[in-house]
């Protein structure tokens, strides 16, 4: 798979499949993501792989997921991750942290993508009590999580009409409105 088709393949996913990822995987994830582009080339982030049952249990239960979905939806038991990376930040006056975080994740749900490894990065976090569960130092700043596993569903882009809010429908496909490269694009001008 070339990088534009893993770019055009690469939904977030919130339903795998109860098979594991291998560690070498994992760290050919983290090594992409250590390769990112960093301001200044600061370098501020660490990672945290979580992929034992019990850890992962926890930090599942640190997760919001799929805020636009109601109810409130997660994946059930059968369904949730089978790894994480978490991304951390030693460097916490660094300020521009999040733009590394940023490139860092999106090389990590690519380099997953090419191997049929589905991602889903989150933000909405109790930080705290993720900290707490994996005894990460107070010295670090949390940023994001990356959920991973093999995909157990297949999202459907939609044209954008007149919400961004993804849903899923009667056969719980999930549809995600993107806005068209028509109206988007301004070449020259505006």
């Known amino acids: 798979m070339d990088v534009y088709e893993a770019i055009l393949s690469r939904r977030s996913i919130r339903r795998f499949q109860q098979k594991s990822i291998s560690l070498e995987l994992l760290k050919k994830f983290i090594n ?7 301001a200044a080339n600061l370098q ?4 945290f792989v979580v992929t034992e049952k ?3 249990d926890k930090v599942f239960e640190t997760l919001s997921w799929a805020a636009y979905i109601k109810p409130k939806w997660a994946p059930i038991k059968e369904e ?3 790894a994480y990376i978490i991304i951390l930040v030693r460097d916490t006056n660094n ?11 999106e090389n990590i749900v690519l380099a997953a993508e090419e191997e049929g490894i589905g991602s889903c990065i989150m933000c909405k976090i109790d930080r705290g009590k993720l900290q707490e569960v ?10 994001s999580v990356i959920a991973l596993g093999y995909k157990a569903e297949k ?4 044209d954008f009409e007149d919400s961004v809010k993804y849903w899923r429908d009667k056969n719980e496909v999930l549809h995600v409105p993107k806005r068209k490269l028509e109206d988007i694009l301004h070449v ?3």
């Open 54 to 56: 019990n850890l992962r």
């Open 188 to 190: 020259n001008k505006f």
């Open 95 to 105: 300020k521009w942290y999040s733009r590394d975080a940023s490139l860092a994740s």
């Open 44 to 47: 501020p982030l660490e990672y």
């Open 80 to 82: 949730r991750p089978t």
């Open 155 to 158: 999202p459907v882009i939609e």
């Open 32 to 38: 992409v993501a250590r390769l990112a582009p960093s």
């Open 134 to 143: 994996l005894n990460i130092s107070k010295d670090m700043i949390v940023d």
